[in-house]
C-alpha cells in the first residue's frame, strides 16, 4: 500500500539564521520531508510563508541573541492559518510560542509532537554562576515538561543519551531516537595520500558556538602544548559570548594565528574538507550535528568524553577518544594523529563510510515521517 503524503506543520522560534544548530536542522528536514514528497509549512521569525514577530523578553533575548537564537511571539490568527488543514504539528521548542502553537493546535483537533533538542545543561552553561546552584538541571528537566512535554505522546530525540535522561527525569512519553542527520552537501574530498607528508601549517578544525559548554579553551590549551605547536592552524567556526575572549587567549598561547569566527552554513563543507583533523571538546551536548558533518567529509575526529555529551558516541577507535577537559591528553592525541598519517588516511576514509551509512538526513527524515504518521494514526 501507498502511504499518502503528510502535510506537517514544523514550530520553532527562530528560521531566519543556519547559523543556529536547532533552526539548521529544522530547515534541513523541512526540505528533505519536501524531497520525500510531504508538504511542509514552516511557523517561526523568518519563515517564508508563516513569519512570526520576534518577542524581547529582557536580558534573556540579549544571551540568546549572541548564539543566533530569537524568541518568537505567539499569535493565535497566526497558528490558526498556518494549521489549517495539515495533518500534525512537530514543535521545538518549550517555550510560549511553543506551547500556544500546541495549544491551538489541539483546540482545532490537530495531534501534536514535539522534539527535545534544548539540553537544561546547555541552558544552564549559559547562565554564569546560577548554574552552581543545586538541583538546578532538575528543576529545568521538570520545567520543561511542565510547560510543554507532558501533554505530548511521541517526542523526538536526537540520542540515545537523551532518551536516558528524559527517563531518568520522569518523562512517559513514547520517545524516538532519531539523528538530526546531515545534509548531502557535506561530502569528503579527494582521498588522502597514506604515504604523503604533513602539510604545513596542519590545519586542525572545531565548529560550534563560541559558548562555555563547549570548552573550546581547552582546545587551544592542547594545541599550545602539541609537540606540532609551531606547524598547527586552528580553525573555530562559530559565535557567541566567548569569541573576543577565545581571541585573546589563542593570540596569547598559539604560534600561528588562529581563525575563530562565523562561518555562512554554505561555506561550511568546503571548509571541513580543507581540514586535517577535527576536535570537539563540548561538555554537553543533545547530539553534535557539527561532529557528523566533519566525519561526512572525512574529517578524523578527537572528541571529548563527557557524561553529558551524546558526541563520545560517533567515536571508532582509543585515539579518537579523550578525557573532558584535559588539555594535555588531548594535546597526546592530536600528536598522535599528526605522528600517524597512514593510520589518518585509513580512518578519514572509515569515518566517511559509515556515517554515511548511519546519519544521512534522508533517512532520519524517513524515520521522522514515521513518528508523525504513528501519532496522526492514534490521534484518530
Known amino acids: 500500500m501507498v502511504e499518502q503524503p503528510l502535510t506537517i506543520a514544523l514550530v520553532i522560534d527562530t528560521l531566519a539564521n543556519r547559523g543556529n544548530g536547532t533552526s539548521n536542522s529544522a530547515l534541513q528536514f523541512a526540505d528533505e520531508l519536501q524531497r520525500q514528497g510531504h508538504h511542509v509549512r514552516l511557523v517561526g521569525v523568518g519563515s517564508p510563508d508563516y513569519p512570526a514577530r520576534i518577542n524581547k523578553v529582557p536580558l534573556v533575548s540579549w544571551v540568546a ?12 490568527t497566526l497558528f490558526r492559518t498556518a494549521f489549517a488543514g495539515v495533518d500534525v504539528v512537530h514543535i521545538y521548542m518549550p517555550f510560549k510560542f511553543g506551547r500556544r502553537a500546541a495549544k491551538i493546535a489541539r483546540d482545532m483537533g490537530i495531534p501534536v509532537t514535539a522534539g527535545f533538542h534544548l539540553q537544561p545543561e546547555n541552558v544552564l552553561y549559559s547562565a554564569g554562576p546560577l548554574r552552581h546552584i543545586p538541583g538546578l538541571s532538575d528543576f529545568l528537566y521538570w520545567l520543561f515538561r511542565q510547560w510543554l512535554y507532558r501533554r505530548i505522546d511521541h517526542i523526538h530525540v536526537p540520542t540515545q543519551m537523551t532518551a536516558s535522561l528524559l527517563r531518568a527525569h520522569g518523562y512517559k512519553a513514547k520517545l524516538h531516537v532519531i539523528s538530526n542527520g546531515y545534509s548531502p552537501d557535506y561530502t569528503p574530498g579527494a582521498p588522502r595520500d597514506p604515504n604523503a607528508p604533513n602539510p604545513v601549517p596542519f590545519r586542525i578544525i572545531a565548529s560550534g558556538r563560541l559558548a562555555r559548554e563547549k570548552d573550546q579553551i581547552t582546545l587551544i590549551k592542547a594545541v599550545a602544548l602539541s609537540k606540532h605547536a609551531a606547524d598547527i592552524q586552528l580553525v573555530i567556526a562559530g559565535t557567541g559570548p ?42 554537553a551536548d543533545i547530539e553534535s550535528v557539527s561532529v557528523i558533518e566533519a566525519m561526512a567529509c572525512g574529517l578524523v575526529p578527537v572528541i571529548a568524553a563527557s557524561e553529558l555529551s551524546a ?22 592525541r592530536i600528536d598522535w594523529w599528526i605522528d600517524h598519517p597512514a593510520e589518518r ?3 578519514s576514509a572509515e569515518y566517511a563510510a559509515h556515517t554515511k551509512a548511519h546519519y544521512s538526513v534522508e533517512a532520519s527524515v524517513h524515520k521522522f515521517a514515521d513518528m508523525e504518521r504513528e501519532a496522526v494514526t492514534a490521534a484518530r
Open 65 to 76: 541573541s549572541k548564539q543566533l537564537m530569537q524568541f518568537a511571539e505567539p499569535s493565535d
Open 242 to 283: 566567548l569569541k573576543r575572549y577565545l581571541k585573546f587567549r589563542s593570540g596569547r598561547l598559539l604560534a600561528r594565528k588562529a581563525d575563530i569566527g562565523f562561518y555562512k552554513h554554505a561555506d561550511m563543507p568546503e571548509l571541513l574538507r580543507s581540514g586535517d583533523l577535527f576536535v570537539h571538546c563540548s561538555i
Open 345 to 347: 588516511a585509513q580512518w
Open 311 to 332: 558526541a563520545s558516541q560517533f567515536a571508532m577507535l582509543d585515539e579518537s577518544l579523550f578525557p573532558v577537559h584535559d588539555a594535555a591528553l588531548l594535546a597526546r
